[in-house]
């Protein structure tokens, strides 16, 4: 029973562009999200989150946007630099524990 | 701020010994505490919650008794593998639910312990 899910596993994009990551929900009880990143053999380093009351919450180049009637969140990174090439994890929140995607991995070209 | 630690960042054993994981929250305290688990190309798995000075809560299909978790203090919860088997090598990472004022629900994260059993 996936309650996160990113259905893209990977998303190439190109230096200086605008990369979008995006991530669905089924759980209506989940009323805080965030995105993490993530290194191979490290831990996820937090990056943004949105609470259900809000539609947009915005941190320098990074963006989430949450659309609770479709259950759909997704993070703007703009624009695009060659470091933010990791994995990022979607995750949901239901007061009690995190729900964590099964990640996309972001390549940015130069 | 929010930092979080662990200790070791790798381990070897053999089958049959026990690991003790530590991790530490460095700048802040943290009454509650979570250990997860990741595979090879896979999502971080929930293995326990760990509140100070109350039991841990474990997820179903987790053996508490082969993973003991002790959070003794509002900076320090301890993971132990007891009698460790191939199955049980894995990268196991712990969090800390963040203080006051960075999201009721903000977790961080420790660097993660790489763990092989021959």
């Known amino acids: 029973d996936q309650q996160v899910k990113q259905n893209s596993p990977s998303l190439s994009v190109q230096e200086g562009r605008i990369s979008i990551l995006n991530c669905d929900y089924t759980?209506?009880?989940?009323?805080?999200f965030l995105w993490y990143k993530k290194y191979p053999a490290e831990g996820p380093t937090f990056l943004i989150s949105?609470?259900?009351?809000?539609d947009k919450n915005e941190d320098g180049r990074f963006t989430v946007f949450l659309n609770k009637s479709a259950k759909h969140l997704s993070l703007h990174i703009v624009p695009s630099q060659p470091g933010d090439s990791a994995v990022y994890f979607c995750?949901?929140?239901?007061?009690?524990?995190?729900?964590f995607g099964q990640g996309t991995r972001l390549t940015i070209n130069p | 701020g929010a930092v979080v630690s662990q200790h070791p960042s790798w381990v070897i054993c053999k089958s049959g010994t026990s690991v003790k994981i530590e991790c530490r929250s460095l700048?802040?305290?943290?009454?509650?505490m979570f250990w997860y688990r990741q595979f090879p190309k896979q999502s971080l798995m929930l293995m326990a919650t760990?509140?100070?000075?109350?039991?841990?809560?474990?997820e179903q299909g987790v053996e508490k008794d082969k993973f003991l978790i002790n959070h003794a203090s509002l900076t320090l919860s301890t993971l132990t593998v007891t009698s460790a088997h191939p199955e049980d090598s894995s990268f196991y990472i712990c969090?800390?639910?963040?203080?006051?004022?960075?999201?009721?629900?903000?977790?961080?994260f420790g660097p993660g312990t790489r763990l092989t059993v021959l």
């Open positions: 949105i609470s259900s009351i809000k």
């Open positions: 969090s800390a639910r963040g203080p006051p004022g960075g999201g009721t629900d903000t977790q961080y």
């Open positions: 759980n209506s009880m989940f009323d805080y």
């Open positions: 995750a949901a929140s239901d007061r009690r524990k995190l729900v």
């Open positions: 700048d802040f305290q943290a009454t509650t």
């Open positions: 760990s509140n100070e000075g109350s039991k841990a809560t474990y």
